[in-house]
């Protein structure tokens, strides 16, 4: 079973941020907290991971709270592109396995 | 680089029927896995494979099903005899496996129908 928990959708205006929640309150001190997105028809395409502190690159930023049970991915200048499948993983450090879940329907309007 | 290469992108054929798909992952990468993705159960992984050795099998359905790695830039999934309820789109992953740390590199999928 997924140990997280998103929004099954969300509507963002194109140019504006989008911040995609996350909750994983059961999460463990060794596990990591991945996003991937999958736009239709495409293979899973890998944003961001963080175990504890904020991170950022070219695509998105997440933000991750203190007590590490919930993230935020945020896309800072959305565009129609960005549309897609946003899945929040856990993941134990050291282990291979991603456990997906249903993920967050994020659809960008003009 | 590529990128994760699989082939075919789109195959079709008559249930009994033999399926291969095929997998190139990234050069370098020691990691490769194989997903079935449906409406109905989402993403599912059927098999792991380190350093071209089968890890974790326990996701493939049945019998039917099988995997090979024979070198480290090649992998096969085989279906026989094929089904209806096997028409999915099929992923092949590869990562480097380094400590704590590993990203899934996904390749562009095949969509398998089974009539």
């Known amino acids: 079973d997924a140990k997280t928990t998103q929004p099954p959708s969300m509507d963002c205006a194109e140019g504006r941020a989008a911040n995609l929640p996350c909750n994983h309150s059961?999460?463990?001190?060794?596990?990591?907290v991945y996003w991937y997105r999958q736009i239709h028809s495409q293979g899973p395409q890998y944003i961001i991971h963080?175990?504890?502190?904020?991170e950022t690159n070219e695509m998105a930023s997440l933000i991750i709270t203190e007590d590490r049970k919930s993230s935020t991915l945020i896309l800072p200048h959305a565009t129609l592109r960005d549309t897609a499948v946003y899945y929040c993983?856990?993941?134990?450090?050291?282990?291979?396995?991603?456990?997906w879940g249903a993920g967050t329907k994020l659809i960008i309007k003009p | 680089d590529a990128g994760v290469i699989q082939s075919p992108r789109h195959e079709v054929t008559e249930m009994g029927q033999e399926v291969t798909l095929r997998c190139k992952p990234i050069?370098?990468?020691?990691?490769l896995f194989w997903y079935r993705q449906t409406m109905m159960r989402g993403l599912e992984l059927l098999i792991y494979?380190?350093?071209?050795?089968?890890?974790?099998d326990s996701g493939m359905p049945e019998d039917r099903f099988s995997a090979k790695m024979p070198n480290a830039s090649f992998s096969t999934l085989k279906i026989q005899p094929s089904e209806p309820r096997d028409s999915a789109v099929y992923f092949c992953?590869?990562?480097?496996?380094?400590?704590?740390?590993?990203?899934?590199?996904f390749g562009p999928g095949t969509r398998l129908l089974v009539l």
């Open positions: 992953a590869s990562s480097l496996t380094s400590g704590y740390q590993e990203t899934q590199y």
């Open positions: 050069s370098g990468h020691n990691s």
């Open positions: 494979f380190n350093n071209n050795v089968p890890i974790d």
């Open positions: 993983i856990v993941r134990v450090g050291g282990n291979y396995q991603l456990i």
């Open positions: 963080g175990l504890k502190n904020n």
């Open positions: 059961t999460i463990s001190g060794n596990e990591y």
